[in-house]
């Protein structure tokens, strides 16, 4: 399976973006979808996720302000970002076929998984 991300960009503070995620094999098997983020030098951090019959779920950071959704027929999945804040600015991977380890957040294990190269987001003050 090959994930790809797009929809990435640079936009000012409080702006909006909308990142996308396509696989490349028919996975309906696939139960949980989600997003996570990295900057250089800090730790890797879940953003959302999303399990099949389940809520999604969101890390603090990004509530109320970050959308998950997916769509099985077309294996494609989106993040809906709204009013950005510089600290949104990172690398941000979908990661497909994931295992989250709590339920009520998207933290997942990076054993499991697949996920592609990742789209930049830059948010300038």
């Known amino acids: 399976v090959h994930v790809v991300e797009s929809g990435g960009g640079s936009v000012q503070s409080g702006g909006s973006l909308r990142l996308s995620c396509q696989v490349s094999e028919y996975t309906r098997d696939s139960i949980c979808m989600g997003w996570f983020r990295e900057v250089p030098g800090k730790e890797r951090e879940g953003v959302a996720s999303i399990i099949d019959g389940g809520t999604p779920s969101y890390a603090d950071s990004v509530k109320g302000r970050f959308t998950i959704s997916r769509d099985h027929s077309r294996d494609t999945g989106s993040l809906q970002m709204n009013s950005l804040r510089p600290e949104d600015t990172a690398r941000y991977y979908c990661?497909?076929?994931?295992?989250?380890?709590?339920?009520?957040?998207?933290?997942?294990?990076?054993?499991?998984?697949?996920w592609g190269q990742g789209t930049q987001v830059t948010v300038s003050s």
């Open positions: 990661i497909w076929s994931c295992i989250t380890t709590n339920q009520y957040r998207p933290s997942f294990d990076w054993d499991f998984g697949t």
